[in-house]
């Protein structure tokens, strides 16, 4: 085998073991939707603690304790 073949192949997070142009799609549309994924959790994380920081910032406002809290 090919060092440089092997050297590849420790170093990569997905080995495929066949030449077979089906299980060549198949990883990369699993990658994609692994990728899609990750893109709709971080938007999701994003609005949530957007949305928690203006709630917070609102109440504190209205409660009148934004500049008089205790640390």
Do not use: P
Request: charged share 15%; proline share 0%.
């Amino acid at each position: 085998m090919n060092i440089v073949l092997q050297v590849a192949k420790e170093n990569a997070d997905v080995v495929i073991m066949d030449d077979n142009f089906t299980t060549i799609v198949k990883v990369a549309r699993w990658g994609r939707s692994v990728y899609i994924n990750i893109q709709k959790f971080v938007q999701f994380q994003l609005t949530v603690n957007v949305v928690a920081l203006m709630i917070n910032f609102i109440s504190a406002c209205i409660s009148g304790e934004f500049f008089h809290g205790t640390f």
